[in-house]
């Protein structure tokens, strides 16, 4: 056991520190000292009366990722499933809105009519098609992993951030599908972004020291069932499993990296940017090659 090491955070066992409430004597690392008049407060005691003035936010409890811990944590999902169930019942009921949502790199509906899809222009499709289903099966199996992998995670970062990987993912798989299938060939789906979510997953359980052979396995089966489909040929679209997935690991060592407070939200939304304008140059050079 090593006896030197520093206390951790009372807030955030994770962060070892020196620093101690002047009021409570609690350990508390930089994201949760207080400035006073003399040394440093814990949220607790600023809580209970210290009159530093603070904004309410500075008290609030933090998930592991800096957001606030919401009195509802599964509330952006919940959202999300309603958001995608929604959708479906729509295509149902006006399947013209499925053909102007899917996604489409360039096509033509019918001969003479203009060209469409999204190297004319129609970028909204590489993010409308995330929210697309028009199948039962489809939907049931996607809305299933984003309530059980999205649940968990959407605790564990918070709403912004949580909702941040879930679209970003769903972009990325957009754009591999967009780079790599053929532009008339329709796709949809939130399966790109539910693969962001679990390779987020896999960044989380890495750095709370989970045990990661379960979460492992679930991604090699999911992967296995990606490329080789069992009891039928389903049409699966690797490209945007594979996308999503790649963008969830990036974003997730972006937001769950460990830094100094004052660090760590520049660390966070640059990763974001970074992201997108990896995503967006992928998507501009389809573009390039289609026009």
């Known amino acids: 056991m090593d006896t030197d ?14 620093i101690r409430c002047t009021r409570c004597e609690r350990p508390i690392c930089p994201e949760c000292m207080i400035s006073a008049s003399v040394g440093f407060q814990c949220p607790d005691c600023v809580r209970e009366g210290s009159g530093t003035g603070h ?42 809105l499925a053909i ?46 984003l309530w059980f992998i999205g649940g968990p995670l959407e605790a564990a970062l918070g709403r ?6 879930y679209l ?10 967009y780079l ?32 990661m052979r379960p979460l492992v396995t679930v991604v090699v089966l999911m992967l296995v069932l990606t490329f080789v489909p069992i009891g039928g040929s389903l049409n699966v679209s690797w490209q945007a499993h594979i996308g999503g997935l790649v963008t969830g690991l990036l974003l997730g060592s972006g937001l769950l990296r460990p830094a100094a407070a004052r660090h760590r939200t520049v660390v966070q ?19 390039a090659a289609l026009t």
């Open 160 to 165: 912004v951030r949580y909702l941040a990987v």
């Open 180 to 211: 790599l299938t053929p532009p008339n060939a329709p796709t949809l789906g939130a399966s790109g972004a539910v693969f962001g979510l679990l390779g987020a997953t896999v960044v989380l359980a890495r750095r709370m020291r989970y045990e």
């Open 100 to 145: 102007r949502m899917e996604l489409l790199g360039r096509y033509v509906e019918y001969a003479g009519a203009p060209l469409e899809g999204v190297s004319t222009g129609q970028y909204d499709r590489l993010l409308t098609s995330v929210f697309l289903h028009v199948e039962w099966w489809h939907i049931i199996g996607n809305m299933l992993g």
């Open 269 to 287: 939304w640059g990763t974001c940017a970074v992201v997108f304008l990896l995503v967006a140059a992928v998507i501009a050079a389809r573009t």
């Open 168 to 177: 970003l993912s769903g972009l990325g798989g957009s754009a591999l599908v």
């Open 5 to 18: 090491r520093l206390p951790g955070c009372y807030r955030h066992p994770d962060r070892d520190t020196g």
């Open 55 to 96: 904004r309410p936010s500075a008290n609030a409890p933090r998930t592991l990722a800096g957001g606030v811990v919401a009195g509802d944590p599964h509330r952006v999902t919940r959202i999300l499933i309603g958001i995608n169930v929604a959708v479906f019942l729509a295509a149902l009921a006006f399947p013209e």
